[in-house]
């Protein structure tokens, strides 16, 4: 079955560090691909996402391309601030079907000092 | 605009009490989901509601009821919780847009605690 793969955590960085945090997934077709973040006490935010293979999702500095060949969607910036502290999920909506079920990763915990 | 709202931020509530949680969305997305969270951990998917009728219901246990009201409302109904039912609930919604490229919007989500 269809399923995602993030690196695990936490990773701790220092202000400026670039950032990757890698995704591979398992699925048939061409899934949507995306990446939510979850600030500590907050909700899930949409931060990028990319709808078909060589597409760049980019925000607030964050970049991922959707890269088939290699069945990745890694998450990176290139200068890290204290703010970016949050999990970070990786996830994909199959595309076949009429199924609304989002298929995650296990999240990855980012801690930033200063 | 891509806002959900939810509430309450928090609830306390005891094993044998009622209270019902709610979501709100005016972005004219035709579906609506319930997920449950535990801490650090991805959300699991509870139910689906799409065009206001129950799509999808991932064996949730009786004693949560959900229900959709009309298309901008999403109620979840408590009663008779256990304290591993403890958990940041959130709601998301979605525009039914083609397949796979549906993206969901996420509230802030509700932190319930049973006693």
């Known amino acids: 079955g269809d399923s995602v793969t993030q690196m695990e955590g936490p990773v701790t960085l220092s202000e400026e560090a670039f950032l990757t945090i890698n995704c591979t997934y398992t699925a048939t077709g061409y899934p949507s691909l995306f990446w939510y973040v979850q600030y500590p006490g907050e909700g899930l935010q949409l931060l990028l996402k990319a709808t078909k293979a060589d597409d760049k999702g980019s925000n607030k500095g964050f970049e991922a391309t959707y890269r088939k060949e290699t069945t990745s969607f890694h998450l990176e910036k290139g200068s890290v601030q204290v703010s970016d502290s949050a999990v970070y999920f990786c996830?994909?909506?199959?595309?076949?079907?009429?199924?609304?079920?989002?298929?995650w990763g296990l999240g990855t915990s980012l801690a930033v000092n200063p | 605009d891509t806002e959900v709202t939810q509430t309450p931020k928090h609830l306390v509530m005891g094993m044998t009490n009622k209270k019902s949680l709610k979501c709100e969305q005016h972005m004219g997305h035709r579906a609506m989901y319930w997920y449950k969270q535990k801490a650090k951990k991805p959300p699991e998917l509870m139910f689906v509601y799409s065009y206001e009728k129950l799509s999808i219901n991932e064996s949730v246990p009786s004693r949560f009821s959900p229900e959709c009201p009309n298309s901008s409302l999403l109620n979840l109904h408590l009663h008779a919780l256990q304290p591993e039912d403890s958990a940041l609930y959130l709601c998301a919604s979605s525009q039914l847009a083609g397949t796979g490229t549906d993206t969901q919007y996420f509230g802030p989500g509700t932190r319930l605690t049973v006693l």
């Open positions: 996830a994909l909506s199959p595309p076949a079907g009429n199924n609304r079920k989002l298929i």
